[in-house]
């Protein structure tokens, strides 16, 4: 009951600086950005030692190295998260921006205005940065935040959130605008996602387990990313060239990343010319491939793949293969077994390409281009809080004007209603 | 076990006829809107005499006139169902719009396109014409929708299910497109609100209660509208003849409705001199005011609001009022009492406008004018499917475009990311 006191009193409190920081000028917000990727570097020593603190926790419990590796803070880790925040202070601010306005005939004028959403909760893992890339990109666009982040990581994020806190309300902006809830029992968790009176979006950014868990018990609307299975589909139309390349491109370049590749499509009709060639390029970067009876003809001794594997993400050097015998049904397979995330087909043939690219129902759907470009710099966003695979309010790469929502201000001389 | 099996395969068919929905062309969903409104009218009395078991039923169960009212189909109510999908067949298909478009420096071009949403789940009370009216709006916004009504319009409902979806595959659109949970036991609802699998979105239509209910189950996205607690707060820089005109209107025309004004407050500088001229109206009309002690010293006669009041949703000709020192004032108490929905500032002061209209965190705020323009037909969206108080998605009247969402397409000429 203490417990739940106290986190209620800290979103309370987000919420009551919400309505302050929403109307912060652009100046002073940047402003603020820039001092906290100062007062980052200044206390970089700081912060080292506090994470130091629980990356021996870390060892000590065994946890994995992976998990510690990304728990670690190093000196050049620290400047990434300061010159982070430096640029969200270069991005243009969406908060005010007229959207559309028009004027009805009883001459009442609406504007629709983009404004931010109020308190958005981030639920996060073991990546300290994580506390200031979003504590940065919520405070440009108006939002009050409230993080929670691995418990394996709290004296890190304790320590970074004193630090990018401190002092910014010279710049008109509470310091409770960015709170976070500092207590690692797991029930505090509960109390911040069924607390809409005081929060009004979630964003959890971790493991699909993390995801699962906080989508069954909050009552306040979540935008996520479950997983990247993404798919490749090479059509019988398809410069076969680029296809190996961009092939080559989806799975290896970076293979942990979500909007890497997964299964490979490939049509029936050039699947004995292009298999061997883009098998060949792909095993000497070491990608294990695993296929269906008909690749398994073409290609004889990889792996069989089984129906599990159509639906794994294995943010690894392994790839599903699978012919097929027309676009539709790849579109069909891809709409079944994919995650809506990211895919492509590379072909010639404009009116195959429409078909693919209307009927795939993903958030990012690519012609005759690699699926990694799926990201919030690379489409030129400037950031990214994360990927959605929602459907509702974002889709794809989410940046500084999805996490905005909007009000309509109507302007009248007296108008009533008859 | 078998309940649960009937349901799934209910949405399991909503999302597979979602994939063929979505592209079906303008001309066919029009064609299709025009043949079910033709399809009601035919069947007029089809429809009535399976909405008299319903009635009689629930007369027998002595449910309230109010609910008896809203169930009871008429030869009007009919005509206007069909009116309906007739003015939606004429607006303007949202589907396949181009948002937005940019090129990249490496030549993609990312082009942000409007699309369905999917599978729509409705969730809704007594009035059959919204079985009708949201499947119209599904339609044509090129989703599937998942239609749930109240068990005590069963017949009504299914009835107008059966007209509707008749020979709808004429037009290329699968009858399960509009599919309709026909099971009244309660737990079917439960599995429509935790199937992520086969629904993208859930819109309660009806009281707080199944409001809440329905967002506390649910694992699927919810847009909802809790209440309307409207507030219109006539500043001391106010045109006293305006204010009491919008007062009246606001309050009166129609209190039932969710954008009537529940709390009038009025700064204390004209507090004496407005009072007694707007409370003068206001009772001719028969509207029970109820006043904080301010207001009570100078309209004796009324009857003291508790903090209860505040808070409450009359929908009825009851007005709670309340003297304030300060915009400021005004603002902080609509952001603590309200609901988020649609509040007016009455004022010729420019500076005073702004703030309000900026600071006042709801969907629709005015200057000047009634708040019961609140309402996708007023906007000149041609439609409503609901009012949204949340901020995630669509807030404020929600029509066509709010029923879509919307995707990126990729075009490129082999890039890969480096």
Not at 8 to 30: D, G
Not at 69 to 77: E, G, I
Request: positive net charge; proline residues 3%; charged residues 25%.
């Amino acid at each position: 009951m203490l417990l739940r006191k106290k986190v209620l009193n800290i979103l309370r409190n987000a919420r009551e600086a919400s309505w302050v920081i929403a109307s912060v000028s652009t100046k002073n917000k940047n402003r603020a950005l820039v001092a906290m990727a100062q007062a980052l570097l200044k206390n970089s020593r700081y912060l080292l030692s506090q994470n130091a603190r629980d990356v021996s926790a870390a060892k000590k419990r065994n946890l994995s190295r992976a998990l510690i590796d990304r728990l670690t803070l190093t000196d050049k880790r620290v400047k990434e998260m300061a010159e982070s925040l430096r640029k969200v202070a270069g991005l243009k601010d969406p908060v005010g921006e007229i959207i559309r306005q028009w004027r009805r005939p009883n001459k009442l004028l609406i504007k629709k205005v983009r404004v931010p959403i109020g308190v958005v909760g981030i639920i996060y893992e073991s990546r300290p940065n994580v506390t200031s890339d979003c504590a940065g990109l919520c405070l440009k666009s108006g939002n009050a935040c409230v993080l929670r982040g691995g418990s394996e990581a709290i004296n890190s994020n304790l320590a970074i959130h004193k630090v990018i806190t401190q002092g910014i309300d010279r710049f008109g902006i509470p310091s409770s605008a960015i709170s976070m809830v500092n207590v690692t029992d797991r029930s505090a968790v509960k109390v911040l996602l069924t607390s809409p009176e005081f929060v009004d979006l979630v964003i959890p950014r971790g493991g699909e387990g993390l995801i699962r868990k906080v989508t069954e018990i909050s009552t306040i609307p979540v935008i996520k990313h479950y997983k990247g299975v993404c798919h490749l589909y090479v059509d019988k139309y398809a410069d076969l060239k680029k296809a190996t390349e961009i092939a080559f491109n989806a799975k290896v370049q970076r293979p942990a990343i979500c909007n890497a590749i997964e299964t490979l499509l490939v049509h029936k009709d050039i699947a004995s010319r292009f298999l061997p060639e883009v098998s060949r390029v792909l095993k000497d970067a070491g990608v294990e491939l695993r296929g269906c009876p008909k690749t398994r003809k073409i290609l004889k001794s990889i792996k069989k793949a089984t129906e599990k594997d159509w639906y794994a993400e294995y943010l690894d050097l392994i790839l599903a293969v699978k012919v097929v015998n027309s676009v539709d049904e790849a579109i069909g397979f891809i709409n079944k077994y994919g995650s809506n995330h990211s895919d492509a087909i590379i072909t010639k043939n404009r009116y195959i390409a429409d078909m693919f690219l209307r009927r795939v129902d993903s958030s990012c759907v690519y012609l005759n281009a690699s699926t990694r470009f799926t990201d919030g710099y690379q489409f030129g966003l400037g950031a990214e809080i994360g990927i959605s695979t929602d459907k509702i309010h974002a889709r794809g790469p989410m940046a500084l004007e999805e996490l905005c929502s909007y009000k309509y201000i109507i302007l009248g001389s007296g108008q009533i209603r008859t």
